[in-house]
Each structure stands twice: as structure tokens, then as C-alpha cells.
């Protein structure tokens, strides 16, 4: 039978019956109401005592009627029945098969229990029988028991913890630890001196409910204290409270499903797959759940509506070639230099490892890179005022400031020891301002870097790291190359641009850099230098000798190989298709240093290059990162002196210690 709210409380008479049996239970069933004859009433089951049916029995039977308890909701409405009026069993219909049943102990077909659930014929439906307590909750306990179990109660809320651990988890159900907690609150009122039924008022006022709820809260308070097992367990709340996405075999089949969709899954998901008839099957569903449900399930799944995190770019990290050089050249470059730099500690990062303090030259390796930074980028999160009004905010990013700078895990960023020197520079790119950060002023800026650590840091050995993009790559003007180069003799140059005596570019009348022919540098052969223009003595003084000539030096038969393969396209693998892939491949042409490692070198300084695509190895983007967080911290750039004092002064705030990290 299932349980029909009804808003009220029913007084019915039932009659004595004689039998010789020490308990008889009653079973008494109601099948309609005075004021709602369409509404069927529940049953209720009643042990009496012997002594009691030897004389004519008029029982009051409060028979709650408000059977949802589920909602614990105030049921005291203006549709109430009168608690005192009595109703005539004579205009209540009553069905003479369970009108009353006599045995000898429980009745058959029922099983009588603290809580027990009342088994029906039909499969699957069950009907809980609440045993009836001879008790009267208007009467108040005494102090002593009522302190009792608010002692017991307070245990149950919070189970004592082992020292140093966690609470432990109460195990109890919502519905129940929300009813508790309730009698806590009301057993708590009364024992400081509040009248029992004015401190159960109280507490149905202060949970938000009405004279219905302060009575259950004197009911289960009652029931509690004569028997502490016995709690206000809730009708239904072994069928309803457990959700089914909590059966661990239909959660892990949501959970491979929504994995296979892909990265852009949705609740709707779970909503077409619960439809399918062999799903709904397998785990006995009559419908597929909500919209709402779905979303919830989707958390239980482990999923959450948020913007996904964005890692490193891998795009090119596993190409040959760049395979290649970080594991052939990177790495064992890298591994040679580690032994002499100095770590920090992972527990105190103000302090070395044990056995990095001992005396001697160390390797500080500083890594350089450019950043920019724009006016008007500027943290849009904040604590917004409800009355605030919308402002006009100025369009695009504004005005750019790129800076560059050396950064250490050691120093920091690269500062003369007095702070009078400084190797960040402030570069406003763009054709009509500064120009553009080119290999020359790489070349001008590393120059200014050793110039600080040779006067400020004479004890260290340095190492430069620069990203291996093609403006630190780029070689000499006249630095050898196998492209274009003529396979036969004739006179023959390199394009140069032409600088004048401060070292800046001469440009044309058409704003172009002004280009001069200049001879290639030589080459070497065998560990000997191998001349590429004729000295001397020769007949073609001055001349290209061609790749021909080069590469029969070097014993290479070429008589009948074409001087390059149309757009240096030559076929995968193949080195010796022409005579400028054959060039390409010998030693003397792969191994030459670029401008700024020639530069460095001259002047004692090491230079490494880091791999191409792997800018996640450069700590100085960290640094950049938290530069960056800083200043949008800061008041918006409105002009260009002040994105210079912004910037700078982001640059100067990033501590020391979180490099050492």
C-alpha cells in the first residue's frame, strides 16, 4: 500500500476482544476520513496487553497522518482535524477482513520488529509497521535521564576522534542526522531550565517549523530516552535516500562511456544513454533521468563545467630533428655544466644543499629572452560593487613595451652588485618607433651583460642560454653556406649590409639596408684551412674556386652532379644528389657558430642554445609570469612613461626565493 499524505490527526475507538493470549495484535484499518471520504487511510498495528482486553478498550489512537516524514514538514495547516473531537466508528467504513486479526504473537504474514517493515503479498512492495510505545510524550522525563541522552546524542553527532586524525564520519543518513541534531538542540533547552513543551516549541520555531514538528520532536526525544537504540528513522529513507549512481557497475559504465565521447562531453549524454532500452534493462530503469539529475551524476563522475587548463605546447617537440639536437647535443651539454651549479634545498629554499658551499669557481647559467607588455592589460577579476555602474574602457591592448633581460637561479636578473647597472633593456618595437630587436641588438645586449659580470662577478664561470630562434641563430655576414653557391669558377660574393662608423645600417634611397658584395670565409679540410678563393700566383687571382673545385679538394668526384637540386629539395636521406647537399653534409659547413656564440666566445663566455619548441625550458618564463601577474595588479598604463615605471617595477618585485624554487 503506498502512504497518501493527509493533513492531520484522527482519533478513532477500537473495541476490546477477549482472548487468553498474553500479547494480541491488532491490526486496524481505515478506510476513509469524515471531512475526505476519497483519501485511504494506512494501517496500524498495535500490541496490547492481556490485562487490557478483559473489559471494554477505548483506545485514542494518534494515528499521524502526515505519513511523508521524509519532508519533515509542518503539518499543523488550517485544514487540521480537531486534536479533541472523536469520530463515531459507525461512519467509518471499515473492511471486515483487516478490520481486526487475532493470533497468538505477531500475525502471519508479518514481520514485527524495532522499525520492522510490514512485508504485503504483492512482490516488491513493502509497508513499514511502527511499533506502538505506551508512553505519553506530554510528560516531561526527569533531568537526569534527559542529560543522559543528550550525552549519547552528542556522541552520536561527533564520534570521538583518535588523537592527531580526522573526526570520524557519523555514517547516519540526512534525514537522520538533521532529526538528531534537532533533538540535540531541544534535550539542550530543556535541561537549562526551558519548560518541556515550551522548549519544544523552541526548537520547531528555530528549525523553521510549527506545533506539528515540536510534537515529533517530543515523540522521538521520549521514545530516545527510554531506549537509545531506538531512533527516528525515516519511513522511507531506505528506498529513497541511496541515488542509483551509486551502484558502482552503472557508474563505471557512465564513466567509460562519457571517456569515449571525447573531450567535449555533455550531460545530455548520460540522458541518451539511460535511454537506451538495453541500458534500462540491465540496470531495471523505467525512464531516463532529467537534465538537472544528469549534471549531478556528471559530478559524481568526476567531471566539473570549468575552463580546462592549458599545459605546454609540444607541437614539434618530437620531430627528428629537434629530437636530435636536445638528445645528441642539449642534454650532454647540459649534464657536463650541472655538477657546477649550485641547488638549493627543496625544504628550506633560502639554504644550499649540504655540500654545495664548498669553495671554488661555480657555473651561473643565465638565460635570456624578450617579453612583451601592453598598456591596457590589466586583471579583469575583482570585487565589484552591486550599485557600480559600467565605465567606458579603451579599445584593443594599447601600446606595446617589449623588455629583455638575463635572469639566474643564482642572482636573479642581472644587476651590477651597486644597482647603477642594469642589463634589462626597454625596446618600443615597431617601424616607426624603436625598429625591431634584431641579432645586432642581441649582439649589443649580450656584449652589455658580460660587461656587468666581468667587472661584478669575476669568481663565477658563465654560460649563456639563449631560445634557438633564427635572430640569435644568425651566423656572420660572411659566414660559409652551401646555398647558392656557383659549381663552377667566376667572381662571386656574399650580399652583406653596409654599416657605418657607429654601427648602425645604412639605408637606400628606397628605405632599404644598403648591401655591399663581400668574399665568404674559408673553410677547413682535414683540421687545415682550405682557401675558397684563388691566391696568389693562380691565373683566376681573386676568383670563387666553385663547388666543384671545393669538393674535389676534398676527393669528391662531382663531373657529372648538378650544382643543386631544384629548390634545395633533395630526397630524404640522400646526400650526395648534388654538389650543394654533398657541401651541406661535411663538417666544415654544419659546424659553424653563429654571431653571437663567435662574439661570446672571444670574450670567455659560453653559449647554449635550448632545443627549438622547448621554451618551457627556459626558467626566465616564470619570471615572466610573475612579472606579468604584478603588473596587472598595478593601475592601467595610460601612458607610455608610465608603462615603463609599471613594468619596471613588476621586473624588480619578483623575489629572489621563489627562483630559487
Known amino acids: ?31 476513509s476520513h469524515e471531512y475526505r471520504p476519497d483519501i485511504q487511510l494506512s494501517e496500524k498495528a498495535l500490541d496490547i496487553p492481556k490485562e487490557d482486553l478483559n473489559s471494554d478498550l477505548n483506545l485514542d489512537l494518534d494515528l499521524d497522518l502526515d505519513l511523508d516524514s521524509d519532508s519533515d514538514s509542518d503539518s499543523d495547516s488550517d485544514s487540521d482535524l ?87 564520519v557519523t555514517g547516519l ?51 530516545y530516552i527510554q531506549d537509545c537504540k531506538n531512533l527516528p528513522m525515516s519511513k522511507s529513507s531506505q528506498n529513497w535516500t541511496k541515488s542509483r549512481i551509486e551502484d558502482e557497475d552503472l557508474k563505471d559504465e557512465l564513466l567509460v562511456h562519457l571517456q ?54 609540444v607541437d614539434g617537440h618530437e620531430r627528428e630533428d629537434v629530437v636530435n639536437y636536445r638528445q645528441k647535443k642539449f642534454l650532454p651539454v647540459w649534464y657536463a655544466l650541472e655538477s657546477k651549479m649550485r641547488k638549493w634545498s627543496s625544504l628550506d629554499p633560502m639554504k644550499l644543499d649540504e655540500g654545495e658551499l664548498m669553495l671554488g669557481r661555480r657555473t651561473v647559467v643565465w638565460f635570456h ?33 617589449m623588455a629583455v633581460d638575463f635572469v639566474s637561479a643564482d642572482y636573479g636578473w642581472l644587476r651590477s652588485h651597486n644597482g647603477t647597472q642594469s642589463a634589462h633593456i626597454l625596446f618600443r618595437v615597431g617601424k616607426a618607433r624603436d625598429g625591431y630587436f634584431t641579432n645586432d641588438e642581441i649582439i649589443r645586449h649580450a656584449e652589455m651583460a658580460m660587461t656587468i ?7 663565477d664561470d658563465h654560460v649563456f642560454v639563449f631560445d634557438n630562434a633564427s635572430t640569435h641563430l644568425k651566423r656572420a655576414d660572411d659566414a660559409i653556406s652551401a646555398c647558392q653557391m656557383p659549381k663552377g669558377c667566376k667572381e662571386w660574393g656574399i650580399d652583406a649590409p653596409v654599416w657605418d662608423t657607429q654601427g648602425k645600417l645604412i639605408h637606400g634611397p628606397d628605405v632599404k639596408p644598403m648591401k655591399q658584395k663581400v668574399r665568404m670565409a674559408d673553410g677547413f679540410h682535414d683540421g687545415a684551412p682550405q682557401e675558397f678563393y684563388w691566391l696568389k700566383g693562380h691565373e683566376k687571382l681573386g676568383m670563387f674556386k666553385g663547388m666543384a673545385t671545393i669538393l674535389t679538394e676534398h676527393g669528391f668526384d662531382v663531373k657529372n652532379l648538378k ?23 661535411q663538417p666544415d659547413f654544419t659546424n659553424v657558430e653563429s654571431f653571437l656564440q663567435t662574439t661570446c666566445k672571444a670574450r670567455g663566455f659560453h653559449v647554449i642554445f635550448l632545443p627549438k619548441f622547448h621554451c618551457e625550458l627556459n626558467f626566465i618564463e616564470q619570471c615572466w609570469g610573475f612579472a606579468k601577474w604584478l603588473y596587472r595588479t598595478y593601475p592601467m598604463s595610460m601612458k607610455d612613461s608610465d608603462l615603463e615605471i609599471n613594468v619596471i617595477k613588476a621586473l624588480d618585485s619578483v623575489p629572489i626565493a621563489s627562483m630559487w624554487r
Not at 129 to 143: E, F, G, K, Q, T
Not at 191 to 208: C, D, E, I, K, Y
Not at 374 to 397: C, I, M, N
Not at 565 to 584: H, P
Request: net charge neutral; with cysteine; hydrophobic share 35%.
Open 563 to 585: 650544382a643543386q637540386c631544384k629548390n634545395f629539395d633533395c630526397a630524404a636521406g640522400v646526400t650526395d644528389c648534388c654538389c650543394c647537399r654533398i657541401l651541406y653534409c
Open 260 to 313: 569515449s565521447l571525447g573531450k567535449y562531453v555533455t550531460a545530455s549524454a548520460i540522458i541518451k544513454y539511460l535511454a537506451k532500452p538495453d541500458v534500462q534493462c540491465r540496470y531495471k530503469l523505467s525512464k531516463t533521468v532529467s537534465l538537472a539529475m544528469a549534471q549531478n551524476w556528471m559530478k559524481t563522475c568526476g567531471f566539473r563545467w570549468t575552463t580546462a587548463k592549458n599545459g605546454q605546447y
Open 82 to 168: 480537531d486534536l479533541d473531537s472523536d469520530f463515531d466508528s459507525n461512519e467509518l467504513n471499515w473492511d471486515s477482513e483487516m478490520c481486526a486479526e487475532i493470533e497468538h504473537g505477531p500475525s502471519e504474514g508479518f514481520e514485527m520488529f524495532e522499525g520492522a517493515s510490514l512485508e504485503s503479498d504483492s512482490p516488491g512492495e513493502k509497508e513499514y509497521v511502527y511499533p506502538w510505545h505506551p508512553i505519553d510524550a506530554r510528560i516531561p522525563p526527569s533531568l537526569e535521564s534527559a542529560k543522559l541522552a543528550l550525552c549519547d546524542l552528542k556522541n552520536l553527532l561527533n564520534p570521538p576522534c583518535d588523537k592527531g586524525h580526522r573526526p570520524k
Open 369 to 401: 629572452d624578450e617579453s612583451t607588455f601592453y598598456a591596457h592589460d590589466h586583471r579583469q577579476k575583482r570585487w565589484v560593487h552591486g550599485d557600480e555602474k559600467s565605465t567606458p574602457q579603451p579599445k584593443g591592448q594599447g601600446v606595446s613595451l
Open 453 to 459: 659580470l666581468e667587472k661584478d662577478y669575476p669568481d
Open 173 to 223: 543518513t540526512s534525514i537522520l542526522e538533521r532529526r538528531l541534531s534537532w533533538m540535540e538542540y531541544f534535550l539542550r533547552t530543556y535541561v537549562q531550565g526551558t519548560g518541556w513543551s515550551v522548549a519544544a516549541l523552541q526548537t520547531a520555531q528555530f528549525v523553521g517549523k510549527g506545533p506539528y514538528m515540536a510534537r515529533k520532536v517530543r515523540e522521538w526525544s521520549k521514545v
Open 1 to 31: 500500500m503506498k502512504h497518501t499524505q493527509i493533513f492531520g490527526v484522527l482519533k478513532i475507538n477500537a473495541f476490546s476482544f477477549q482472548c487468553p493470549a498474553v500479547n494480541t495484535t491488532i491490526l486496524v484499518s481505515v478506510s
